[in-house]
């Protein structure tokens, strides 16, 4: 089956400092990929839509100047954190669809 | 589906027995599909489960099973046997159109007691 390769899974960060997270694609190509946001015991809400060789969408309310999303190439897309603050703490999870959905492991973002 | 509905935020099962998930949908399309995931507290998204609107058959997996009922709007989860490994959070979810981004449900924490 298809994977998705998610880093890091973990990450502690100043408060200011920007993070950037990946999701490459292992074992397929994919023009699309999901950014979700899920606080604890929460649902997963899609912050945007990243497209190879596009502009990426965002969904009403994500701040698209501190959510930098590129997706540069059919493998590989990428989600900036950009001079996060400890509201920015959260899960952070991708998934592409191909076979079904395949989502990666997810990123826990911590900001002190 | 535009809109999943998962209203049972805790559910308690003892071990070997089975529970039943709800998940209600909203949507106005005549095809779409049904998704299940389980994420335990690693966080990975496990997928379970897919029913399409046209199946004919409620859909199995293992010890999972879909009771589809299309005209009440109703895809609810069904776990038989339950085991504590089965203790994680679980997903309702589906996608406005085809491979289109997945609106997901509420969730249901579901705790497998010994």
Known sequence: GAVVSQHPSRVIC??????????????FQATTMFWYRQFPKQSLMLM????????????????????????????LSTLTVTSAHPEDSSFYICSAP???YTFGSGTRLTVV | ??????????????????????CTYDTSDPSYGLFW?????????????YQGSYDQQNATEGRYSLNF????????????????????MYFCASPPTSYGKLTFGQGTILTVHP
């Open chain 2, 1 to 22: 589906a535009q809109k999943i509905t998962q209203t049972q935020p805790g559910m308690f099962v003892q071990e070997k027995e089975a529970v039943t998930l709800d």
């Open chain 2, 69 to 88: 009922q299309k005209a009440r709007k109703s895809a609810n989860l069904v776990i038989s046997a339950s085991q504590l490994g089965d203790s994680a």
């Open chain 1, 14 to 27: 100043k408060s200011g400092t920007s993070v950037k997270i990946e999701c490459r694609y292992l074992d």
């Open chain 1, 48 to 75: 945007a839509t990243s497209n190879e060789g596009s502009k990426a969408t965002y969904e009403q309310g994500v701040e698209k100047d501190k959510f930098l999303i590129n997706h540069a190439s059919l493998t």
């Open chain 2, 37 to 49: 995931y389980k994420q335990p507290s690693s966080g990975e998204m496990i997928f379970l489960i």
């Open chain 1, 98 to 100: 191909h076979y079904g």
